[in-house]
């Protein structure tokens, strides 16, 4: 049991973690501070359906102790000595893993704080030019260029802030993360829920072209041969999710056109989609064992990056999902390819960006709990 009655944050939390406008699946997390106590969202738990025992109490001293401390250059000494004393700062008797942001909504001066990933805010910080436009939409808002999530992200954010204010007479209250999403802090749900509202009203009049998911029709024995290939290759006989929409479908025109969703946005991306998709061309189906060829392109996906593919995109006929939550994740990888139209275009996570996440224990954990 919370040792403070949290039935705000778990409003808020459940409010914005069912609406998909915002998040999706286990992204995003929330925070309450009161007294020498703060409740961060717990490692595992979505915020659209969580508990009380969703969210881990941390001690506020022994979380602030943490930046007194010095810690190892190296970048996995370092991460392993952030969670274990991340872990430490836990309030007696909690056994739950905090977020990996818990660092991040310590600094953060306000009573709540929630951080999502809306697909419109992700245009943005996706964009190319998204910090240009962001200080001309947002210019009371912090950007924070893209940085290694966890202490070095946290401590970024804290440079910032102090930045911040010797420019401005208070404290931000909204802080974009390059590829990633957003931070809204305040003392009351009520201005949360009004500096959202402002946010998502602002890039709505502000973004030129919004997807377009209509449905379209695809070739019914290319799918099937394509579910025979992922039925052969995953070894389960389920029928796989299937993408066909006009936003992708002229996205599979040619290796051109697929390039805007080729690769990873944000971390939710690679953790529920994968760091990238399996590309296959049309040719494949001018070859005498179709099904077998596709098999053999899985197979050396595989082979080559140590996972299987999560999404498998087939030239002028359709994408296909190995599970619905990465069909669900891939969706908004689209969604926030077409956003970013409005921004100077498409930028995806750096390769050594992607490279950390797919190796950091924590995502892997947070992966795990996924699968």
Same mark, same amino acid.
């Given at each position: 049991m919370a040792q403070h009655e949290i039935g705000a944050l778990l409003e808020v939390s459940r409010r914005y973690g069912t609406d998909a406008r915002y998040v999706l699946l286990g992204g995003g997390n929330t925070s309450y501070k009161i007294d020498d106590v703060m409740y961060v969202k717990a490692s595992g738990h979505a915020l659209g359906t969580i508990?009380?025992?969703?969210?881990?109490?941390?001690?506020?001293?022994r979380l602030l102790a943490i930046w007194e401390k010095t810690y190892p250059a190296d970048t996995v000494k370092r991460e392993e000595e952030v969670l274990a004393d991340l872990m430490g700062a836990r309030s007696e008797g909690q056994t739950g893993r905090p977020s990996v942001e818990a660092l991040l909504h310590g600094i953060i001066p306000f009573t709540y704080v929630v951080h999502l990933h809306p697909a419109m805010v992700n245009g943005l910080t996706c964009g190319q030019s998204g910090k240009e436009w962001a200080q001309k939409l947002f210019p009371d808002a912090i950007w924070i260029p893209l940085v290694n999530p966890g202490y070095i992200l946290a401590k970024t954010v804290r440079d910032a802030q102090q930045e911040y204010v010797k420019s401005h007479a208070n404290q931000a209250t909204t802080i974009f993360l390059q590829n990633h999403g957003v931070f809204v802090a305040s003392d009351t749900i009520g201005e949360i829920d009004a500096l959202y509202t402002t946010i998502m009203e602002t890039l709505n009049h502000a973004i030129v072209r919004k997807p377009v998911f209509s449905e379209v029709k695809v070739d019914a024995q290319?799918?099937?041969?394509?579910?025979?290939?992922?039925?052969?290759?995953?070894? !389960?006989?389920?029928t796989y999710p299937v993408i066909a929409n006009r936003e992708v479908a002229n996205r599979?025109?040619?290796?051109?056109?697929?390039?805007?969703?080729? !690769?990873?946005?944000t971390p939710d991306h690679i953790v529920y989609s994968g760091f990238k998709p399996l590309w296959i061309d049309e040719t494949v189906f001018g070859q005498d064992e179709p099904v077998q060829a596709m098999v053999s392109a899985m197979r050396t996906f595989e082979q080559m990056h140590g996972v299987p593919a999560k999404i498998i995109a087939v030239q002028k006929t359709a994408a296909f999902a190995v599970s619905e939550a990465a069909l669900v994740l891939f969706l908004d990888t689209v969604k926030v390819s077409a956003f970013t139209e409005s921004f100077g275009g498409p930028r995806f996570m750096d390769d050594d960006q992607i490279d950390f996440i797919r190796t950091w224990e924590v995502e892997q954990y947070r992966s795990n709990l996924n699968a």
């Open positions: 508990a009380e025992d969703g969210f881990v109490a941390m001690s506020m001293p290319r799918v099937d041969m394509v579910q025979q290939a992922m039925q052969l290759h995953y070894g !389960s006989p389920k599979l025109t040619d290796p051109e056109s697929f390039s805007s969703i080729s !690769s990873a946005y």
